[in-house]
């Protein structure tokens, strides 16, 4: 099983669930972070004093798969999340060892 | 003014007309009637003092904590609450009877402590002879007027302060700074007595008459502060509040020294909605303070109001504009400061401006106290954490000296009552100047030096600045043991 996290545009994220959807990903999890890659920030100005921001608001979204569905995630994620501009942000896959619904004490693909 | 200096005054009168009854000399002018109070204007009064408290709380209070960090929100709220309250006690104990009762030309007496002698019937002077309002009323109306002046302040020291120096500076800085400066600004024994004696000195027949008229009425003019002496005019406080707190807080900031991390980290305003809201109660409580500092509901308080609209209107679109020009983006934050700096600045001119003449002094103040905090700020490198100084103090002396020129008549000014001559003064430029000038000084030398002993005493009792982790962590926890915000 892997995690696969992906950093998005947060305006990005109806779609980039929706694409998930229909390939069968019915789980998420949803933070709201700050960060910078390549993307510049920006200056904000309070009465005298200049301010450089260089976080900026995205999304981190963590989704739990079959290792054999990784690449598949992969790359909905990509297509969906995607406007060609610096900053649509990066995907990271981790392994994940274990998983277990707690509802039905399922686990591991079958708790997916 | 007080029955008692009334009685004074119709007693003088009365022996000098049983002195003149003699058919022979010239006829003795009826006696003054007895001043009157009328319902509007006692009903007016009542609610002009309510806007005022609601500039303080939570107008000033919801401005300044929108402009702090989430940590320290709820510390800054509590400076202001707590201000109101240990003021509004004082003030009542012995501040009003400090303030404005006769004592000296500096300072009054305890002739009205714990409220002596006043009662619901007691009245005190307007500005009109012949009409007084509920003493009661006024008590409270400039009870808080004694209660914002010092909660400015503490803008200048915010995130930083301990709360027990906070607790301890304000009784002691409106007890030997505010008291005297509103004494020697506002007091005086009214128009009812100046009128009487000035009309008894004119009844007065012969030599020895006249001689003693003479002193009553020097004696009357006398039993005022000494600002009020040099003929400075400040309507609704200009020097008295935002001069006073102004310098007070700059005197604070540079005590305190700067917060850690400043000018370098990132302290942006955590709640512009919560500035913004504060700033508009302000903007709605001022016409309280501008309009209820005539003290009657007539001709001077709609002039009040007319001007508190407009140089508040001019000054903010001032400040934004220039803003526009000068950085390339025009901000709500600064919107709302210039208006605060045209309310600032009005504020000794509202009853004594034209209109029109308020709005050069509104676009004056906006795009002044802009370069004042920013470009002056900067290159100076003080921490005034919420421009208390460059709104307060900059924009309560170009208000003072705009409101010794825009007096004038020719200007649309009202002009000034010389109430022993009981007509409209000719206009000086040159003396109303200079007793401008006076004014300004005298507030910010009293109040600068005064300001900075009471730091050091304060300083030296408890400690005025918080320990580095305490600041880093945020006041609201550390010293209040609260969140502002549990979302």
């Known amino acids: 099983m892997k995690i696969v996290m992906a950093i998005i545009k947060p305006f990005?994220?109806?779609?980039?669930?929706?694409?998930?959807?229909?390939?069968?990903?019915?789980?998420?999890?949803?933070?709201?972070?700050?960060?910078?890659?390549?993307?510049?920030?920006?200056t904000e100005i309070y009465r005298g004093t200049e301010y450089a921001v260089s976080f900026l608001p995205k999304l981190k979204i963590e989704v739990a798969v079959p290792a054999?569905?990784?690449?598949?995630?992969?790359?909905?994620?990509?297509?969906a999340a995607k406007t060609g501009q610096i900053g649509d942000g990066k995907i990271f896959v981790f392994g994940l060892d274990q998983a277990v619904r707690i509802r039905t004490g399922e686990t591991d693909v079958a708790a997916l | 003014m007080t029955l008692n200096l009334l009685f004074r005054a119709?007693?003088?009168?009365?022996?000098?007309?049983?002195?003149?009854?003699?058919?022979?000399?010239?006829?003795?002018?009826?006696?003054?009637?007895?001043p009157t109070v009328n319902k509007g204007d006692?009903?007016?009064?009542?609610?002009?003092?309510?806007?005022?408290?609601?500039?303080?709380?939570?107008g000033l209070a919801l401005f300044y904590a929108g402009m702090v960090r989430t940590k320290n929100a709820l510390s800054v709220l509590t400076h202001v609450f707590y201000t109101v309250c240990v003021v509004v006690l004082i003030w009542a104990v012995y501040g009003y009877s400090l303030a404005f009762t006769g004592g000296s030309s500096f300072i009054g007496g305890f002739s009205k402590a714990f409220l002596a002698g006043?009662?619901?019937?007691?009245?005190?002077?307007?500005?009109?002879?012949?009409?007084?309002?509920?003493?009661?009323?006024?008590?409270?109306?400039?009870?808080t007027f004694a209660a914002i002046t010092p909660a400015l302040i503490v803008g200048a020291f915010a995130e930083?302060?301990?709360?027990?120096?906070v607790a301890l500076f304000i009784p002691l800085w409106v007890t030997f700074v505010y008291f005297p400066i509103a004494h020697m600004v506002w007091y005086w024994a009214g128009p009812d007595a100046v009128d009487a004696a000035a009309k008894a000195l004119a009844a007065a027949a012969d030599g020895a008459a006249k001689t003693a008229a003479q002193a009553k009425l020097d004696e009357v003019n006398a039993d005022s502060g000494w600002l009020f002496q040099?003929?400075?005019i400040d309507f609704a406080g200009g020097t008295v509040v935002h001069i006073n707190a102004g310098i007070a807080g700059l005197v604070g900031a540079l005590i305190i020294g700067r917060r850690i991390g400043w000018p370098k980290e990132l302290m942006s305003p955590h709640s512009l909605t919560m500035n913004m809201i504060g700033g508009s109660l302000l903007w709605v409580g001022w016409f309280g303070f501008n309009a209820g500092s005539n003290l009657e509901a007539s001709g001077g308080a709609v002039l009040a109001m007319m001007n508190t609209f407009v140089a508040t209107a001019a000054a903010a679109l001032a400040w934004m504009f220039v803003e526009w020009a000068a950085k390339g983006k025009p901000s709500l934050l600064g919107a709302v400061t210039g208006a605060i700096a045209g309310l600032v600045a009005v504020t000794p001119a509202s009853g004594y401006a034209g209109p029109m003449g308020a709005i050069v002094l509104g676009l004056i103040a906006g795009a002044v106290c802009f370069f004042f905090c920013s470009a002056i700020k900067n290159a100076a490198g003080y921490d005034d954490s919420l421009d208390v100084f460059g709104v307060h103090c900059i924009g309560g002396i170009i208000g003072a000296l705009l409101t010794?020129?825009?007096?004038?008549?020719?200007?649309?000014?009202?002009?000034?009552?010389?109430?022993?001559?009981?007509?409209?003064?000719?206009?000086?430029?040159?003396?109303?100047?200079?007793?401008?000038?006076?004014?300004?000084v005298t507030t910010l030398l009293w109040s600068g030096i005064g300001s900075a002993i009471i730091y050091k005493v304060v300083d030296l009792i408890v400690g005025l600045r918080v320990t580095v982790e305490k600041e880093r962590e945020g006041l609201d926890l550390t010293e209040h043991g609260e969140r502002a915000y549990n979302m």
């Open chain 2, 10 to 34: 119709g007693l003088t009168f009365g022996v000098l007309a049983a002195v003149l009854a003699d058919p022979a000399l010239a006829q003795a002018p009826a006696a003054a009637a007895e």
């Open chain 1, 12 to 42: 990005k994220l109806d779609e980039v669930r929706d694409s998930l959807t229909a390939i069968g990903v019915h789980g998420m999890t949803v933070t709201e972070v700050k960060g910078y890659g390549r993307q510049k920030g920006h």
């Open chain 2, 230 to 232: 040099w003929g400075a």
């Open chain 2, 118 to 143: 006043v009662t619901p019937d007691s009245k005190a002077a307007t500005f009109s002879v012949g009409a007084n309002i509920p003493e009661l009323v006024y008590i409270a109306f400039q009870m």
């Open chain 2, 42 to 58: 006692t009903a007016w009064m009542l609610t002009a003092t309510v806007l005022v408290l609601l500039m303080t709380i939570p």
């Open chain 2, 404 to 440: 010794g020129i825009l007096v004038n008549p020719a200007l649309g000014g009202t002009g000034i009552v010389d109430y022993t001559a009981g007509k409209i003064a000719d206009y000086d430029f040159l003396n109303q100047m200079k007793a401008q000038i006076v004014a300004v």
């Open chain 1, 68 to 79: 054999d569905q990784a690449d598949k995630v992969i790359d909905t994620i990509t297509a």
């Open chain 2, 160 to 165: 930083r302060m301990k709360f027990a120096a």
